[in-house]
């Protein structure tokens, strides 16, 4: 992202393939440092965030913050986002300071009572606020306010931010004010909601190939959602699919659009019956929670898996976003990730405080 040198500083930890930090850099911040301990995902962070460094570190490891340190040098850093893994916290008896798992949460922590940030954001999985009782929630913001951070918190759902899925996650803004930060209203009205024909209905089907690594955009794209994915895109990638059997097909053939394995058929798909089992996504609605890649959710028209770049679609990664790895990688890391339209609303809002 081409920001200037005035623009305000953010620093990633457990970035991932940095989609939260993707999201801020289009919001206007300057993104200078992704940390994870995962090589793959560090490789797509550092081709979509080119002048950032990328740190590969454990950052469950003290050293770490020494090194983070070493990079930053004396350089201010507005932001701190950060989206720990929910292990991170060991709270359901005397919090233990050698339990590794505690240190992942805390490394958030030790970082910005170093470098002092305007803001720092948290973000989490729904349950974190239930987690341990609510002792999860509850550490997280005594940990804002022992380091004199004024603390909010909200659940996001992606369709209200213009994300085509139903994602929910939730998010920790602490703020070095007296006033606490005020999370972004809804942008989208119900009735407005992307749903996925908006998202990915110009994208190849696929039919009778499993795609390329690069390829041309066959069709012009009929929705506002898909003009703004494309925007400084050439052509597609990430757009390959997958090899089913033929009874995997003929299962996922008999499921309606929106419907999954209750309305097949009795003794139809019989080895998988869990709630998620062959969800066919519906046009005409926003997508299901998208994951790491678990083969369980099939594309609302054509009968196969969506693609990385159809899943990347629907967690708002525009297509000049490329990711790197294997295609098992890859879903990982778009399952992974943060929206960037969630990072773009709350860069926003952090902006206008900021001002
Ligand atoms: C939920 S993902 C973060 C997604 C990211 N915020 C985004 O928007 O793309 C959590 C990340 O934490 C990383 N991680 C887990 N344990 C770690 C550790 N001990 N040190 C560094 N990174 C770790 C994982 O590799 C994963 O990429």
């Known amino acids: 992202m081409p920001n200037d040198s005035n623009s305000p500083k953010l620093i990633d930890l457990f970035s991932g393939c940095g989609g939260l930090s993707f999201g801020f850099e289009q919001a206007g911040f300057e993104c200078i440092l992704g940390v994870d301990f995962d090589k793959p995902a560090l490789d797509t962070f550092s081709h979509n965030h080119p002048h950032a460094t990328a740190l590969q570190l454990d950052l469950s490891n003290d050293e770490s913050i020494e090194r983070i340190l070493d990079v930053i040098k004396s350089q201010p850093i507005d932001v701190i986002v950060a989206g720990p893994p929910c292990q991170g916290f060991s709270l359901t008896g005397p919090r233990r300071e050698s339990d590794i798992r505690n240190k992942l949460f805390y490394s958030v922590f030790k970082l910005a009572k170093v470098i002092k940030p305007k803001f720092i954001v948290i973000e ?16 997280i913001l005594e940990e804002f306010e022992k380091l004199d951070y004024k603390p909010s918190e909200k659940l996001m759902y992606g369709p209200d ?48 190939s499993l795609g390329a690594d690069e390829m ?39 499921v309606p659009e929106g419907g999954n394995h209750k309305d097949l058929p009795e003794g139809v798909g019989d080895s998988r019956k869990f709630n998620e089992a062959w969800t066919r996504y519906h046009s005409k609605k926003p997508s ?20 990385a770049r159809e899943n990347a679609r629907l967690q708002s990664f525009p297509d000049s976003f490329v990711f790197l790895g294997t295609k098992t ?25 900021m001002k």
């Open 216 to 254: 041309e955009y066959p069709n012009p794209a009929f929705s506002d959602y898909q003009k703004a994915m494309r925007r400084g895109s050439e052509n597609i990638k990430n757009h390959t699919g997958t090899k089913h059997s033929d009874l995997v097909v003929s299962v996922i053939r008999q």
């Open 124 to 139: 989490n999985v729904p349950g974190i606020a239930t987690l341990y009782d609510g002792k999860a929630r509850k550490a």
């Open 288 to 307: 299901k929670t998208i994951d790491t890649g678990h083969r369980n959710h099939f594309h609302y028209k054509y009968d196969r898996v969506p693609t």
């Open 329 to 353: 990688q890859q879903y990982k890391q778009i399952g992974n990730a943060v929206p960037p339209l969630f990072g773009y609303s709350l860069g926003t809002q952090i902006l206008r405080n």
């Open 161 to 208: 931010y213009g994300v085509p899925q139903i994602r929910k996650r939730m998010f920790f803004v602490g703020v070095l004010d007296e006033n606490p930060f005020v999370f972004p209203p809804a942008a989208v009205k119900k009735e407005n909601y992307v749903n996925c024909e908006q998202a990915i209905g110009d994208l190849p089907a696929l039919d009778n």
